[in-house]
């Protein structure tokens, strides 16, 4: 009985290391593609809120429109259900005051890529950036830029690289 019991628990613990390894590399892979902030999943039919619940600036340097200018981007991975899955969100601002949200998301389990896009107009006072996404109401993020880069965008705390 002892012995049957100690055979269980050796193959018990030999499994281990494999599972920890699946899970290191997961977080590896969780780490690198994300850029900070939570992940933000894409629901496709949930009510659009394109950078999570809107509210009022924090104060802080102000951003010039020159700066916003350009296209962003950020990834996100994470799991669901037992699946991974992974999110890229792009901002094509320009200077006429026009912008497209793309999010691009994929399902390791069923490989298909999906794509969403769609075209806004923005605006810029200080610290805060106004969008508005075709036919919705405009919502007020915070805006800045992380360690003062300018090539690392931060809209209501994600953020995004430039990436043109």
Known sequence: MAI????????????????????LLTLLVAMTA???????????????????PARSGSGGASTSNS?????WERTD????????????TTWDFDAGGF?????????A???IPR?????????????EITITLGGSTPAVFDVG??????????LDGYEYARIE
């Open 145 to 154: 830029f992380a360690a003062f880069d300018p090539n690392r965008l931060l």
């Open 115 to 127: 794509i969403a896009e769609r075209s806004c107009t923005w605006s810029l006072s200080s610290a």
């Open 77 to 88: 991975v994470f799991s669901a259900g037992g699946d991974l899955l992974t999110q890229t």
């Open 34 to 52: 994300c850029s900070g902030g939570e992940p933000t999943p894409f629901e496709p039919n949930a009510p659009f809120n394109p950078l999570g």
């Open 67 to 71: 700066d916003i200018i350009g296209t």
């Open 99 to 107: 912008c497209v949200r793309t999010i691009r998301s994929l399902s």
């Open 4 to 23: 049957q019991h100690r055979s269980e628990l050796d193959r018990s613990l030999s499994r281990r290391p494999a599972r920890l390894a699946g899970l």
């Open 109 to 111: 389990l069923e490989g």
